[in-house]
């Protein structure tokens, strides 16, 4: 997959019935077959164009098989069970891309190899978000639902799809790249545009995310100092461990936003380009990038921070009409008010029909199972 300017072909050189896309087409053939590093298959003609560093490459892999088996172990004991999913996916899925750079130091020709570390690279990013989405529903139900333009239960629905779509985007340009190889120059082209299709795609959710999060917390923000606002609610937004919790959660959207631009960036030039060839900005832009949020995620895990979203999500989910909720923990008794009224003639008190009125953990409750 070596990146051929047409340009540079002389047309006096194309043979009689045969067009530059040809000859890019045999050349690229011929690095096909390409097995290791030798004089007439040079590393500068591998798509990386570089021997990849095996230091950094054993680090990452080492540091994401840490966030993966941390996160893993806080996720099953505080039972966050799809929060900690996607994100362990993700470290795994970065684990396995960084593995397969390893063999690559010694030859970047390692067609497997390549193949493997850049379509695990590529997709993990995506699961990573979907466990920072989750976050936004569990939020707004233990803060104040009604502060959120969108019922929170929805937000899943939202943008988890949407991701999801990312994804899917990104692998099925991945594989028609891998698919193509340097034979099929133009397939390749198509799974490149894939990609960054996809990738675009991305960075538009997170913006979207990005902006009603934002808006949300400004509103909560100032809610919080009006009379209106009740002690609990307070007492979880002063928390300390909640507010290291959200800037956990900040750090890992802000460092996956950075990463998905520097991709679009990398990708727009086709493969082999000069960004793709340039190690140091992928070790911070991509690399980077994505290592620091799987360590401030696990690091500063939602079942130990965030006691309100654990609790919900341990407690399971069952089916509710044509949809799941999850269950929790039933609500502290409404309180019933009595008022009497006396009959000014016979001096009888007539009681009326108790009034309930629900207290905030039964509003809660009733917003989370719309």
């Not at 997170?206 to 007492?235: C, M, P, S």
Request: with cysteine; net charge neutral; hydrophobic share 50%.
């Amino acid at each position: 997959m070596v990146d051929i300017n047409l340009s540079d072909i002389d047309p006096a050189l194309i043979p009689p019935g045969m067009s530059p896309e040809d000859i890019e087409n045999l050349i690229g053939a011929y690095y096909y077959s390409c097995n290791e590093v030798t004089p007439t298959c040079p590393v500068t003609a591998t798509t990386l164009g570089y021997y990849p560093i095996r230091g950094i490459n054993i680090f990452f892999t080492v540091a994401f098989c840490l966030a993966f088996v941390a996160t893993l172990v806080v996720g099953i004991w505080k039972k966050t069970w799809s929060y900690t999913a996607f994100i362990a996916a993700g470290c795994a899925l970065e684990l396995a891309g960084y593995a397969a750079r390893v063999p690559l130091s010694d030859n970047p020709w390692n067609k497997k190899a390549f193949e493997t570390q850049i379509v695990a690279i590529i997709l993990a990013p995506t699961l990573i978000c979907i466990s920072i989405y989750l976050t936004l529903k569990h939020v707004c139900l233990a803060i104040n639902p009604s502060l959120s333009k969108i019922r929170p239960h929805l937000y899943p629905f939202i943008f988890v799809p949407l991701d999801v779509s990312c994804l899917l985007v990104q692998a099925i340009g991945g594989a028609l790249a891998a698919g193509g190889g340097v034979k099929n120059i133009e397939l390749v082209n198509h799974g490149n545009r894939a990609i960054i299709a996809g990738i675009v795609l991305q960075v538009v959710v997170l913006g979207l995310f990005g902006f009603v999060a934002g808006g949300y917390f400004l509103r909560v923000k100032r809610w919080i100092k009006t009379n209106e606002a009740d002690a609990e609610a307070v007492a979880l937004w002063r928390d300390r461990k909640f507010r290291l919790f959200v800037y956990a959660v900040t750090g890992a959207y802000s460092g996956i936003l950075v990463r998905c631009i520097y991709r679009i960036a990398e990708m727009a030039g086709g493969w082999g380009n000069h960004i793709m060839q340039d190690e140091p900005s992928f070790i911070v832009l991509e690399g980077f990038m994505v290592l620091i949020p799987c360590i401030l995620l696990a690091a500063f895990p939602a079942g130990i921070l965030f006691p309100q979203m654990a609790a919900r999500m341990s407690a399971g989910r069952k089916k509710v009409g044509s949809g799941d909720v999850e269950e929790k923990a039933p609500p502290q008794p409404a309180t019933q008010v009595s008022a009497g009224v006396e009959d000014s003639r016979t001096g009888v008190v007539d009681v009326e029909k108790p009034t309930v009125v629900p207290t905030a953990a039964e509003a809660q409750s009733r917003e989370e199972s719309v």
